[in-house]
């Protein structure tokens, strides 16, 4: 089962703060994020492996809830080169994908 | 350091026809994993290689076959072409299992007509 993202698309202005959620009906034991921009493949932006972990890349941040089987993407003081489809993928060796979150980032 | 290849860029083939579809992993990557994207949608999992053996497989048909060589390239086969097929296909690399990072390369856009 692919997991579920939220919100589907969002809108921001330079320097704008958002958070895009990804959650699951199964157990979660490791969380991907990717971006992908138009017409390019996703780009491995994290992968968050225990509970409660979170890491960085940029001023782009993830938690994880095993718990409550969801991760959070955080994304800090938005820069124009942030705007792209982001995908939260699950699964140990099979990956599912959500559907993505489309974030546009304006001047 | 030669990230993950795929081939060929673009393919246009019609209805009923065989296609085979190449990807090279990212260097010191054992495991490849190929992924369909139709348009406006998240990659859909087909099957995933290691150690030459189709590892997982995710809810694709028979028609969608691999293979992957000592060298831990991988080749995708689809048979009997449906329109529905029309899709980028991903290939992404990683090493052992995909609680490691996953690198994608750059696509094979399938047409079939």
């Known amino acids: 089962q692919q997991p579920v993202q939220s919100p589907q698309a969002v809108i921001l202005r330079e320097g704008e703060d958002a958070v895009i959620n990804c959650s699951s009906s199964k157990a979660l034991y490791s969380v991907h994020w990717y971006r992908q921009k138009h017409g390019e493949a996703p780009v491995f932006l994290m992968i968050l492996l225990k509970g409660g972990e979170q890491k960085g890349h940029e001023k782009i941040s993830a938690s994880f809830n095993e718990k409550k089987q969801q991760s959070s993407l955080y994304l800090t003081a938005s820069q124009l080169s942030y705007s792209g489809t982001y995908f939260c993928?699950?699964?140990?060796?099979?990956?599912?994908f959500g559907a993505g979150t489309r974030l546009t980032v304006k001047p | 350091d030669a990230g993950v290849t795929q081939s060929p860029t673009h393919l246009i083939k019609t209805r009923g026809q065989q296609v085979t579809l190449r990807c090279s992993p990212k260097s010191g990557h054992d495991t490849v994993s190929w992924y369909q994207q139709a348009l406006g949608q998240g990659p859909q999992f087909i099957f995933q290689?290691?150690?030459?053996?189709?590892?997982q497989r995710g809810n694709f048909p028979d028609r969608f076959s691999g293979h992957q060589f000592p060298n831990y390239s991988s080749e995708l086969n689809v048979n009997a072409l449906l329109l529905g097929d029309s899709a980028l296909y991903l290939c992404?690399?990683?090493?052992?299992?995909?609680?490691?990072?996953?690198?994608f390369g750059p696509g094979t856009r399938l047409t079939v007509l």
């Open positions: 290689y290691y150690e030459e053996e189709e590892r």
């Open positions: 992404a690399s990683s090493f052992r299992t995909l609680s490691n990072e996953q690198f």
């Open positions: 993928g699950t699964g140990n060796n099979d990956m599912r």
